[in-house]
C-alpha cells in the first residue's frame, strides 16, 4: 500500500509540472501575441505621425523583377527612370507615348516616398517611386480593355526574383504619400 502511495505521489508531481509547462507555453505565446500586436498599433501610430496630410490613393499593384520574362532587354540596364541602381523599396510608375514622347502617366511622381499597406492594413513596406515602365491593361490575362484606370492608377513593385513575381500577382492596395 505504501508503495502505492508513494507512485501516486510521484505521478501528481509529475502531472503537477506537465500543468505548469502548458500553463508557461500558453502565457508565453499569448506574450507573443500581445507584442505583436503592440508593435502593429505602434506602427500604425508612427505611420500617422509620418503622413501629416494623411493623403492616399486606392490603386493596384504588380511587381517586376530584371527577369527576361519580365523586362525587355532594352530597358533591362540595372538602373531606374531617375539613375540610381534597381534595388528593393523601388516603385515604377506608368508612362504612355504621347506625340512621340514618353510622359509620366500616374498619380504618383517620381521621387515620392510611399508607405504600402493591403486594402487590409496589412503592411508591405516603404518604397521610393524611382521607376517607370509601360503598363497597359492587355498585360494583364484577363483585364478588360476598357478599364483604362489600370495605366493610371497603378505601381510596379520592384522584387529581386520572378519566382516571388509571379506568385504576387495583382492585388489592391492603399498607397500613402509620405513625401
Same mark, same amino acid.
Given at each position: 500500500?505504501?508503495?502505492?502511495?508513494?507512485?501516486?505521489?510521484?505521478?501528481?508531481?509529475?502531472?503537477?509540472?506537465?500543468?505548469?509547462?502548458? /500553463?508557461a507555453?500558453?502565457?508565453l505565446?499569448l506574450?507573443?501575441?500581445?507584442?505583436?500586436?503592440?508593435?502593429?498599433?505602434?506602427?500604425e501610430?508612427?505611420?500617422?505621425?509620418k503622413? *501629416?496630410s494623411?493623403?492616399?490613393?486606392y490603386?493596384?499593384?504588380?511587381?517586376?523583377? %530584371?527577369h527576361p520574362?519580365?523586362?525587355s532587354? #532594352?530597358?533591362?540596364d540595372?538602373?531606374?527612370?531617375?539613375?540610381?541602381?534597381?534595388r #528593393?523599396?523601388?516603385?515604377?510608375?506608368?508612362?504612355?507615348?504621347?506625340?512621340?514622347?514618353?510622359?509620366? =502617366?500616374s498619380?504618383?511622381?517620381?521621387?515620392?516616398?510611399?508607405? /504600402?499597406t493591403?486594402?487590409e492594413?496589412?503592411p508591405?513596406?516603404?518604397f %521610393?517611386?524611382?521607376?517607370?515602365?509601360?503598363?497597359?491593361?492587355?498585360?494583364?490575362?484577363?483585364?478588360?480593355?476598357?478599364?483604362l %484606370?489600370?495605366?493610371?492608377?497603378?505601381? =510596379? /513593385?520592384?522584387? *529581386?526574383?520572378?519566382?516571388?513575381?509571379k506568385?504576387?500577382g495583382? #492585388?489592391?492596395?492603399k498607397?500613402?504619400? /509620405?513625401?
Amino acid at each position: 500500500m505504501e508503495k502505492i502511495i508513494r507512485l501516486i505521489k510521484k505521478i501528481t508531481i509529475v502531472l503537477e509540472i506537465c500543468i505548469i509547462v502548458v /500553463i508557461a507555453m500558453n502565457y508565453l505565446s499569448l506574450v507573443k501575441s500581445v507584442k505583436a500586436n503592440d508593435i502593429q498599433v505602434n506602427s500604425e501610430l508612427a505611420l500617422e505621425s509620418k503622413i *501629416p496630410s494623411k493623403k492616399y490613393y486606392y490603386m493596384t499593384a504588380t511587381v517586376y523583377t %530584371r527577369h527576361p520574362d519580365c523586362i525587355s532587354p #532594352e530597358f533591362n540596364d540595372g538602373y531606374t527612370a531617375t539613375g540610381t541602381k534597381v534595388r #528593393e523599396g523601388i516603385v515604377a510608375i506608368n508612362v504612355n507615348l504621347i506625340n512621340g514622347r514618353w510622359v509620366v =502617366d500616374s498619380v504618383l511622381r517620381l521621387g515620392q516616398k510611399v508607405y /504600402i499597406t493591403s486594402l487590409e492594413n496589412k503592411p508591405l513596406g516603404y518604397f %521610393r517611386v524611382e521607376d517607370t515602365g509601360k503598363f497597359k491593361v492587355g498585360d494583364i490575362r484577363g483585364a478588360s480593355p476598357d478599364d483604362l %484606370r489600370w495605366d493610371r492608377w497603378n505601381c =510596379d /513593385i520592384f522584387v *529581386p526574383n520572378i519566382e516571388k513575381a509571379k506568385k504576387q500577382g495583382c #492585388e489592391l492596395v492603399k498607397v500613402h504619400i /509620405i513625401e
